[in-house]
Each structure stands twice: as C-alpha cells, then as structure tokens.
C-alpha cells in the first residue's frame, strides 16, 4: 500500500509503521522505503543475532530497500522485547549497533534519514536523541481505519497456521487420494474394472486437463471436495504439474499450458524452458495479480492441512512459494520448517530456503507500495 504521511512527530509515525506492514511486528528491524515524504511499504527482517555477520546483513539490508523504486531515503524501527539498559552515561536502546550500521550504510548510498526509532515493552525512543528517553506506548495512536489493511494487531507470522482440519475430512481426503491412485495406475495398466469408486473416476477426468482443472480450483480456493483435493495433491507431489500450478497461478491459464507443453517436451526430450516461462519461477517479469495468489495460497493451505502426512511436502512448499511471491518471507519460511519436519532433503523446499536465507525477493516486490515481510 502507498501512505501519504500526514504525522506530526514521531509518535504517529509509529502508528502507521503496522498499517504500512500489514501486522504489527515483533523481535524486527523493519525498513520503510520513501520517496520524497510518501512512504512505499514495510520490509521486515528479524534482529541480527549475535552470530550474525553485522556487515553483511547491514549491507544486504540497505541494498534490498536501494531496489524500491525511486527510493531516495529510508526510516528504521525496531521492535523487541529487550529492555533498554541504564548506564551512567545514559539509556542504551537495543540494537543500537545495528541500526548505527544500517543509518551509516544508508547514509554512504545516498539516502536521506526519515527516523530511527525503537519500541520495547516499556516505552519507544528514538536511535537519533542525543540522550535517548523513553515515552510512553500510550502516546502511538492507532492509524486511521482508512489506513489498514484488515486486521494489523497479530505479528509477521499470524495467519501462517494452517486451517483446523478434523479428523474425518482428513481420513476422507486420504480414502480419496488411495483411490485415485488406484484408478490411475489401472488406467496407466489398461486395466479397469469397472468397480472403481466413480468419484475417483471423476478425478481422473479432471487431470485430463491439468491447466484446466488448475483454473477451476480458484473459482472456491476453500471448499475443495475430497476427491478434488486428492487429485490436487497427485498434481503436487510430481515436479512438473506443481510447477505448471505455481507458474499458472502467479499469471494465467495460457501460461500454464505453455509451462506444461515446455516441462513435458523437457522431460521427453531435454528442451530446453524458455526464458520467459522459467523466470515467473524466479520471481521475475510483470507483478503477479495479488488477488489471484491470495486464493492460490488458500487452495494450497487448505490441502496441506487435509493431506496424509507424507502428502503435505507438496502443497507446504507450493504454498511457500506463493506466500514468497507475495512478500511474505516469513509466512514461507515457517511453511518450509513444516516440510522439513517431514522431508528434510525434500528439493524444491530446499531452493526456496536457499532463497529465502540469501534475502533473495521477487523483483515485483521492489514496485513501489508493495510490502515485503
């Protein structure tokens, strides 16, 4: 979202800081990208630890908001749960070196210093006093109903759990998923009996058009019947169609029968993706709809929470790519820990973490307005 700021001081500043995220974070340093005094965004990343290289994560922190468009100055605000210690010579603010670091570095780049503040649990100060002081939470207003984005009051993981599933539709789903594969593999085998449940049937016709049936999912991301579920999962456990589902839901239908007739005349013959298919992987070319991720994201939340165990590897990691391309970095990760809790050497899962480690972002996310978490 773009805001156009209208605060007096630094106290309302910090009342939008959660609109302009879109939560309210916690144990973060979160960086607003401006332009002149309009703000584009949030990018969040977690506080360095102690074993952290300072430089690199400064450096990689800086370049990151650099790449926001027309960016020409930059604010800091930390948040955590520290305590600011009282020495002799004053308040020391948490994070101090940090953020020293970042205001350094942003400034050798050019960058105009909007603020630098810090909000602990006993108060918020600003990084730029002389003799920081502590004021009171009370005096940060809520931002304007105008301003946010839904509900702001949860942190930077709140909305990554899983939907509850019981355990019946869970049994349902993998009742359905045992006999698709069954139906399949008679199809493949030339031997149908014809005693074959008829809802698996049904799936089976679904994945005669794997582009197609991909499409009609997001008309009702969240009430997939079993058997639709059990053939969404088939499609994800195997690289190519998942990859044909993350490509296609990220654009449109038409790139998606492109991604499949290219994956498949790969997988026969060593063809080589064209670019422009590949790199929508890579988070690269034009801005994904938001809207049209959001209800993929909910389709592939959805199965994970009702497949069998060691079906969920596949719809976790399709749904942290999607969480990835839509700017939330740490809804992906917290997907990719559910896999490895499963799969630990599960390979696209594996990628994304490698990605994700590298503060590697969809280039879409660095449009100005957008907000990277």
Same mark, same amino acid.
């Given at each position: 979202?773009?805001?156009?700021?209208?605060?007096?001081?630094?106290?309302?500043?910090?009342?939008?800081?959660?609109?302009?995220?879109?939560?309210?974070?916690?144990?973060?340093?979160?960086?607003?990208?401006?332009?002149?005094?309009?703000?584009?965004?949030?990018?969040?990343?977690?506080?360095?630890?102690?074993?952290?290289?300072?430089?690199?994560?400064?450096?990689?922190?800086?370049?990151?908001?650099?790449?926001?468009?027309?960016?020409?100055?930059?604010?800091?605000?930390?948040?955590?749960?520290?305590?600011?210690?009282?020495?002799?010579?004053?308040?020391?603010?948490?994070?101090?070196?940090?953020?020293?670091?970042?205001?350094?570095?942003?400034?050798?780049?050019?960058?105009?210093?909007?603020?630098?503040?810090?909000?602990?649990?006993?108060?918020?100060?600003?990084?730029?006093?002389?003799?920081?002081?502590?004021?009171?939470? =009370?005096?940060? #207003?809520? *931002?304007?109903?105008?301003? !946010?984005?839904?509900? /702001? $009051?949860?942190?930077?993981? +709140?909305? @990554?759990?899983?939907?509850?599933?019981?355990?019946?539709?869970?049994?349902?789903?993998?009742?359905?998923?045992?006999?698709?594969?069954?139906?399949?593999?008679?199809?493949?085998?030339?031997?149908?009996?014809?005693?074959?449940?008829?809802?698996?049937?049904?799936?089976?016709?679904?994945?005669?058009?794997?582009?197609?049936?991909?499409?009609?999912?997001?008309?009702?991301?969240?009430?997939?019947?079993?058997?639709?579920?059990?053939?969404?999962?088939?499609?994800?456990?195997?690289?190519?169609?998942?990859?044909?589902?993350?490509?296609?839901?990220?654009?449109?239908?038409?790139?998606?029968?492109?991604?499949?007739?290219?994956?498949?005349?790969?997988?026969?013959?060593?063809?080589?993706?064209?670019?422009?298919?590949?790199?929508?992987?890579?988070?690269? =070319?034009?801005? #994904?709809? *938001?809207?049209?991720?959001? !209800?993929?994201?909910? /389709? $592939?939340?959805?199965?994970? +929470?009702? @497949?069998?165990?060691?079906?969920?590897?596949?719809?976790?990691?399709?749904?942290?790519?999607?969480?990835?391309?839509?700017?939330?970095?740490?809804?992906?990760?917290?997907?990719?820990?559910?896999?490895?809790?499963?799969?630990?050497?599960?390979?696209?899962?594996?990628?994304?973490?490698?990605?994700?480690?590298?503060?590697?972002?969809?280039?879409?996310?660095?449009?100005?307005?957008?907000?990277?978490?």
């Amino acid at each position: 979202m773009t805001t156009v700021l209208t605060a007096s001081g630094s106290a309302e500043f910090l009342g939008l800081v959660p609109a302009l995220a879109g939560f309210t974070p916690h144990e973060s340093i979160v960086l607003l990208p401006f332009r002149g005094k309009r703000a584009h965004g949030a990018m969040r990343l977690d506080l360095p630890s102690d074993d952290v290289d300072l430089d690199r994560y400064v450096e990689t922190a800086i370049a990151l908001v650099s790449r926001v468009t027309a960016t020409d100055a930059v604010a800091v605000v930390v948040y955590t749960d520290e305590r600011a210690l009282a020495t002799r010579d004053g308040l020391v603010l948490p994070a101090a070196v940090a953020v020293d670091d970042l205001l350094d570095c942003a400034e050798d780049v050019g960058l105009r210093i909007v603020d630098a503040l810090c909000v602990t649990p006993e108060g918020w100060a600003s990084y730029l006093d002389a003799e920081p002081a502590l004021a009171p939470l =009370g005096d940060i #207003p809520a *931002p304007p109903a105008a301003a !946010r984005p839904g509900d /702001i $009051a949860g942190d930077q993981l +709140a909305g @990554a759990e899983l939907p509850r599933i019981d355990l019946a539709e869970k049994e349902r789903v993998g009742t359905a998923l045992r006999g698709l594969n069954e139906v399949l593999a008679h199809d493949a085998a030339g031997r149908l009996t014809g005693g074959e449940h008829p809802q698996a049937l049904a799936a089976a016709v679904l994945l005669d058009d794997i582009p197609a049936f991909f499409e009609m999912l997001l008309a009702e991301p969240d009430t997939l019947p079993p058997f639709a579920t059990a053939a969404l999962l088939w499609c994800l456990d195997r690289p190519i169609f998942r990859d044909v589902a993350l490509t296609q839901w990220a654009t449109d239908v038409g790139h998606g029968i492109g991604i499949l007739e290219a994956q498949l005349a790969y997988s026969h013959s060593g063809t080589a993706i064209p670019d422009d298919l590949g790199a929508v992987f890579l988070g690269q =070319g034009p801005k #994904p709809d *938001p809207a049209r991720l959001g !209800r993929a994201l909910t /389709i $592939a939340r959805h199965a994970a +929470a009702r @497949a069998p165990r060691d079906s969920r590897p596949g719809p976790l990691t399709a749904a942290a790519w999607l969480s990835w391309a839509l700017g939330r970095s740490s809804h992906a990760a917290h997907y990719l820990d559910l896999v490895r809790e499963i799969d630990p050497e599960y390979g696209l899962a594996a990628l994304l973490s490698s990605m994700i480690s590298a503060a590697m972002l969809p280039a879409w996310a660095f449009q100005r307005g957008e907000a990277v978490t």
